[in-house]
């Protein structure tokens, strides 16, 4: 299986560093400058499946980069990270809280904990391998989501420092997972 997987493109609470979280913010005009550069990095290459968070950041992202070559499937478990009380306020206060520490597993404010982030990571990424594993799929979700994908297909532990890497808007990140063989 190849995955694709790719962060919405910008929106104004991304140029003023304010937390989205589950707040439905549209692209703005940079933001789909960037979802149509993606389109035309990826244009040589041939989705089976495309899944999308329902927020319309990444569902339109989404749709501008198959541009109808595929369905946009939206998928609950690519939500963005919940930011609670957190969201509409600016992104170094959630940064300066620690909601990146594993073994802190934090989730005041009613911020979704990191542990509950990563399992639902993968639950999704166990789900695509179930019903998708000889397909090249594109994945367009969050930053936080696509974080925790990230580090649930390549691994980690309790010490992994998960804020280096940092998920740029409408970036392209590409993944080969070979099927696991039953011994």
């Known amino acids: 299986m190849v995955i694709y997987m790719v962060r919405h493109g910008q929106t104004d609470y991304n140029k003023q560093r304010i937390m989205q979280g589950l707040t439905d913010v ?101 789900k695509i391998k179930n019903n998708h594993s000889n397909e090249t799929i594109l994945i367009v979700s969050h930053g936080a989501l696509i974080r925790a994908l990230h580090y649930v297909i390549i691994g980690y532990d309790s010490n992994t420092d998960f804020l280096k890497f940092n998920v740029k808007n409408a970036e392209v990140y590409k993944y080969e997972i070979k099927e696991e063989k039953d011994d």
Request: a neutral charge; aromatic letters at 8%; glycine letters at 4%.
């Open 26 to 126: 549209p692209l703005n005009e940079t933001g789909i400058s960037q979802a149509l550069d993606a389109k035309e990095k990826l244009k040589n290459v041939n989705f089976d499946t495309c899944f999308s968070s329902p927020l319309k950041r990444a569902k339109k992202t989404a749709e501008i980069i198959v541009d109808g070559k595929c369905k946009v499937m939206e998928d609950n478990l690519l939500l963005e990270c919940s930011m609670g009380e957190l969201e509409k306020k600016p992104y170094d206060l959630y940064k300066s809280l620690g909601y990146w520490n594993y073994e802190l597993n934090c989730n005041e404010h009613g911020v979704e904990s990191i542990k509950d982030l990563f399992k639902r990571a993968k639950k999704f990424l166990d």
